[in-house]
Nanobody
Framework: VQLQASGGGSVQAGGSLRLSCAAS????????IGWYRQAEGKQRELVAG???????NYEDSAKGRFTISRDNAKNMVYLQMNSLKPEDSAVYYC????????WGQGTQVTVSS
């Protein structure tokens, strides 16, 4: 499996979750990895991304609440999500910025009010 996401679940508003994305070594070493989400009836959107050298970027609503990081020894990318809101509910995907983009399977995040 080249990309595999995990860690979703159901939490109450204000809670936290950490998503994990396991990548194959060659994918991890050469590419940036992003976390995307798609809520029901909405388009998929980038939440946060991290380059192969560790530079990060965040979608505005994620700034200050979410942290993306990578563990080079484990070929893992994480998305720590704090202060979760109901509007964060979505299927979350990790993806590598290959050409074409390589998508992992999604993991469901549900935040209840």
């Amino acid at each position: 499996v080249q990309l595999q996401a995990s860690g979703g679940g159901s939490v109450q508003a204000g809670g936290s979750l950490r998503l994990s994305c396991a990548a194959s070594e060659i994918i991890f070493a050469r590419n940036g990895i992003g976390w995307y989400r798609q809520a029901e009836g909405k388009q998929r959107e980038l939440v946060a991304g991290i380059t192969s050298t560790g530079s990060t970027n965040y979608e505005d609503s994620a700034k200050g609440r979410f942290t993306i990081s990578r563990d080079n020894a484990k070929n893992m990318v994480y998305l720590q999500m704090n202060s979760l809101k109901p509007e964060d509910s979505a299927v979350y995907y990790c993806a590598a910025d290959t050409i074409p983009v390589l998508w992992g399977q999604g993991t469901q995040v549900t935040v209840s009010s």
